[in-house]
């Protein structure tokens, strides 16, 4: 049953991962990195060349995505503020096999008789945008992979013509704008910067032309600054090609290039009605005038209509615009937004993210079978530019992906895709989330359960008794069956009974009977120095003659069979005639620790090996708690041991529990009682032990997500331990600050984040203490937080408690994690305000080397985007906090186990060690729930009415996933990771610190 129960949770969690990725048929996808030809540029100069037969990917393939980079002769990226990429192309054509290049100034071309042009599917006229596929500035941060199952199929045999073979020619537009007087205008190719007035063509330009492409063609020169020489460089334009082999399980797609400037003509011929499409590719901007700015803001937008030749269904979509650009958007002809692509400007100099370019489009990937046109349906295509200035030669083209059919179901995950449209599917995944959080906790419950000590057995409160082992005790539900009156299980040698409560026996468990003269007093050890088994000896008024004969008997109790050893079914087998419930044996646990060379069998040296290790160990924690040093454990000095570790039970538990331990009833815990009750209790018995893992997930701040475990909540010095909990908190987050600002400037970047030139950037525009910017607000959260989550922790209790019908002390360790669980999500919401100021303060772009002043962004949040404003991202920040938790604990309880096995050598790791397995398993729990983290804080840092604002926490998601891929989810999760050890190390070292101070 528990292997079955196992098995369902690891069943859980593969189709959770499976909901979590996108769409995948498992393709093998290749990739392949080009150069073009060399091109030479020097400051102000211009290439526009075309080469044919570039290198490309051969045979039946399917193309999945297309990026491409301007590189300097050392394979570095070049920024645009010095060589702009004003486009780039790629274009299929069908060459005679036999046909020869033609170099004419400097471009590689072809005869028309020898070549076949073989364009897209789009709608303009012969020899205008009949590419495959191309970007300009944008293609850095842009996403072009196409989902799976499709593919842009090419090299398929029946469609090339006899005698040709399919090959590539490329396009490179770029211009140097190293030195040059007006930069963007260059960019813009202004006539009058070039100094042009005929095109290319020699022929007489337009009038009133006043920049674009006839004056910025290949070998012109944009006006330079005076004095100023540069250097001539060699350039080339890196190409990446991504493809998989064709598969007849691929769903082909079609391109589809639309421009505003688009002028429909419609008219009847001799075949019927026909429709001309004139692209003129590019167009202007007028300044806006003084009225425009009170209407508009100065905006100016651009529509056209289009027909569409063909039906299918929309799979990706993007546009291109050039610097001043807002936005482009496709509309159906009754106003229903179809896709949308919105620009990202750069704010840096490196390549990637120069400031006021624009270094990224935003794409849109509509569910398969979601977005369906017909042939014949008119469409209308929108780009809007700033026109605060003018604009010159600015394009406005919007590439579509269209499918001819939905792929047909072949997995669960493609049916999840048609549901209904009446069904959310982002709730679907996120309650996804939820549900993987619960049997995480499920199976973390499980474990722990399995792993109690020998004092669990003995225990009747519900709730949680601390034993001495460190562990919390789970209860063993002993009652009389016929008046229902509680009886008290005590602990009893075979063959020795004792009356438990109305006359009602229970056998104690324990060890089995040895004869002994010795009187339960107190038996103080005088001998000073380290602690060895002559402390133990004399402790138990034992010699060592005597102590071996013990240990003998208790191996003979194990190995009934006389074999000279112990296997797991000898162990089980004497733990059960010890009348350990089946629940809480622990053979399993008892006989890993004693099978010290792993040989499957305990013989009896390396049971008494056992026995010195585990006596030794107790004896230890015995001195400990008796501070009297009178060789006996009073109920106070036990009280006073718990209430240093932050612990409080009642006095009716810790009578009981003295009860459990003291076999003669006088009150007080001999050292050989001490023994008796936890000798055969394989995990450390130390009382630091659970206290240690309360506190990491508790009152010590090394995450953003907690749940509150149960001993902490009513202790007698509680405001102490949140003064040393705070200060702790504040320090660690102060210390990691910079980390921590790091993290979230990543997180909220839509193109490719790297993290050095975030750290030269925030350096140079903030200096030094532009890593702390926000981590006041940051400290400032700990404390009202802290003391928000324990109120709350209190109230849950007793309402989880008034639910199930029990007292709140008695709700169990679920409902304590529930309460836990409702209680950080109280505090968080309280005080999330607070976070969502912290981010945009940690965001808000630099202005004059300053930081934003804290009052007036507030301000601007109420005001401009209103109270709700403030608690955008709640959700999935909430959502994180369970998963969080039960991945946290599972994973410390694994860790902790590994290392006594196969590192401490069957010791017990102590605080350090624990320490170092909390931090792993807290970065492990962090690493799971990241992703929900990027989503809360990209939330967060948007404002509401932006152009390009998120729309709720789905889209997030989506966005995500289609614009950047899954590796979207883990920006900045470096910095994250790297400030988990400082953070838990100095929380460690100023909590430990101000115990002492404060007398704790």
Request: proline share 4%.
């Amino acid at each position: 049953m528990r292997n079955f129960s196992q098995g369902w949770k690891i069943l859980v969690a593969i189709f959770l991962l499976g909901l979590s990725f996108p769409y995948s048929q498992g393709y093998n996808v290749k990739s392949k990195v080009f150069l073009s030809p060399k091109f030479v540029l020097g400051p102000g100069s211009v290439e526009n060349k075309f080469y044919y037969g570039i290198d490309f990917p051969r045979g039946h393939i399917a193309l999945k995505s297309f990026n491409a980079e301007v590189i300097d002769e050392a394979g570095n990226p070049v920024p645009l503020h010095e060589t702009y990429l004003h486009h780039w192309a790629v274009q299929k054509y069908y060459g005679r096999k036999d046909a020869e290049l033609l170099e004419y100034n400097g471009n590689r071309l072809l005869r028309e008789s020898d070549y076949i042009s073989a364009r897209n599917d789009g709608i303009c006229q012969t020899n205008i945008l009949e590419q495959d596929f191309g970007l300009g500035s944008e293609t850095r941060g842009t996403a072009t992979h196409i989902p799976d199952p499709y593919g842009l199929e090419i090299g398929n045999p029946a469609t090339i013509p006899a005698g040709y073979e399919e090959r590539w020619f490329l396009n490179v537009h770029a211009i140097d704008t190293r030195g040059v007087e007006d930069r963007l205008g260059c960019t813009e190719c202004k006539c009058d910067l070039y100094n042009v007035t005929l095109d290319e063509y020699g022929q007489p330009l337009k009038p009133n032309y006043r920049g674009g492409l006839a004056c910025c063609y290949d070998g012109t020169q944009c006006r330079l600054s005076n004095g100023f020489e540069g250097a001539r460089r060699s350039l080339y334009l890196r190409y990446t090609v991504k493809w998989v082999d064709w598969d007849t399980s691929i769903v082909p797609v079609k391109i589809y290039i639309f421009d505003v400037t688009d002028k429909e003509t419609r008219f009847s011929d001799s075949t019927g009605f026909s429709i001309q499409h004139h692209c003129q590719i590019e167009y202007s901007v007028e300044p806006c005038k003084a009225s425009d700015v009170a209407d508009n803001g100065c905006v100016h937008t651009k529509r056209t209509s289009v027909t569409m030749p063909a039906s299918g269904y929309i799979i990706y979509g993007v546009a291109h615009q050039h610097s001043g650009g807002i936005g482009a958007a496709l509309y159906r002809e009754d106003g229903q937004l179809m896709c949308s692509s919105i620009p990202a400007y750069g704010n840096g100099m490196e390549a990637g993210n120069e400031a006021g370019y624009v270094v990224g489009m935003s794409t849109c990937y509509p569910k398969p079978g979601s977005l369906r046109i017909t042939d014949g349906e008119t469409l209308i295509v929108e780009s809007s530019y700033s026109s605060s200035r003018e604009h010159t030669g600015v394009m406005g083209f919007f590439y579509i992906l269209v499918a001819d059919r939905v792929p047909e179901s072949s997995s669960f995950l493609d049916v999840f895709n048609k549901m209904d449209s009446d069904i959310n599917h982002s709730a679907f995944v996120w309650g996804a989330f939820v549900l993987a959080g619960v049997a995480v906790i499920a199976a973390a419950v499980g474990y722990r359960r399995r792993n109690k000590t020998v004092g669990a057995l003995c225990s009747v409160n519900r709730d949680r008794v601390i034993s001495l082992s460190g562990y919390p005790v789970y209860p063993v539900p002993f009652a009389d069956k016929i008046d229902q009156t509680p009886t008290i299980c005590t602990c009893q040698f075979p063959g020795q009974m004792t009356g438990a409560g109305a006359g009602h026996a229970v056998e104690r468990v324990g060890l089995p009977k040895m004869e002994s003269t010795r009187s339960g007093s107190c038996n103080p050890v005088r001998k000073s120095g380290p602690v060895t088994m002559d402390h133990v000896l004399l402790a138990l008024r034992e010699s060592k003659d005597e102590r071996d004969i013990r240990i003998r008997s208790l191996f003979n109790f194990f190995d009934a069979a006389n074999s000279g050893y112990l296997d797991y079914a000898q162990i089980e087998s004497g733990l059960s005639a010890l009348q350990i419930p089946a629940q809480y044996k622990y053979a399993k646990d008892l006989f890993k620790v004693c099978d010290a060379n792993r040989d499957g069998r305990v013989d009896y040296q390396e049971f008494r090996r056992y026995m010195d290790i585990k006596e030794m160990e107790l004896y230890k924690i015995f001195q400990t708690i008796d501070v009297e040093h009178n060789g006996c454990i009073l109920p106070e000095e036990l009280w006073d041991a718990l209430v240093k570790a932050g612990i409080e039970i009642s006095d009716e538990e810790l009578a009981r529990f003295v009860e459990h331990v003291d076999k003669d009833n006088n009150g007080i815990i001999t050292f050989e009682e001490w023994r008796d009750f936890l000798l055969l209790y394989p995990h450390e018995a130390t009382i630091e032990n659970i206290y240690h893992h309360w506190e990491r997930v508790c009152l010590v701040d090394i995450g953003e997500q907690a749940v509150i475990p149960e001993g902490i909540s009513k202790h007698v010095q509680r405001s102490k331990y949140f003064i040393a909990g705070g200060i702790a908190g504040a320090a660690s987050r102060t210390a990691t600050a910079p980390l921590d600002r790091l993290k979230v400037v990543l997180q909220v970047q839509t193109a490719q984040a790297r993290l050095v030139p975030t750290i030269r950037k925030i350096w140079k525009e903030e200096g030094f203490l532009g890593f702390f910017r926000g981590n006041g607000l940051n400290v400032l959260k700990v404390a009202p937080e802290s003391a928000i989550k324990f109120h709350a922790y209190e109230l849950l209790k007793n309402a989880i408690g008034d639910y199930i019908g029990e007292e709140k002390d008695d709700i169990g360790a679920f409902g304590r994690l529930l309460a836990g669980g409702m209680a950080g999500a109280v505090a968080q919401t309280a005080i999330y305000p607070l976070d969502l100021v912290k981010t945009r303060l940690q965001t808000h772009a630099c202005e004059g080397g300053k930081a934003p002043n804290l009052g007036t962004l507030t301000k601007d949040i109420l005001v401009h985007e209103g109270p709700r404003a403030f608690y955008k991202g709640l959700v999935p920040s909430l959502l994180g906090i369970i998963p969080y938790a039960g991945i946290d604990l599972a994973a410390y309880e694994t860790l902790k186990d590994l290392s006594r096995t196969y590192i401490l050598t069957d010791s017990e790791p102590g605080p350090l060690v624990q320490l170092g397995c909390g931090t792993i398993s807290g970065a492990l729990g962090a690493t799971c729930v990241y992703p929900l983290q990027v989503i809360r804080t990209r939330m967060q840092a948007q404002r509401s009415k932006s152009a390009a604002a998120y729309k709720g926490m789905s889209d997030v998601f989506w966005r995500t996933l289609q614009n950047e891929g899954y590796r979207g989810f883990y920006k900045g999760i470096f910095p994250n990771l790297l400030k988990v050890v400082p953070a838990a190390s100095i929380t460690y070292m100023v909590y430990e610190t101000m115990k002492k101070t404060l007398d704790l």
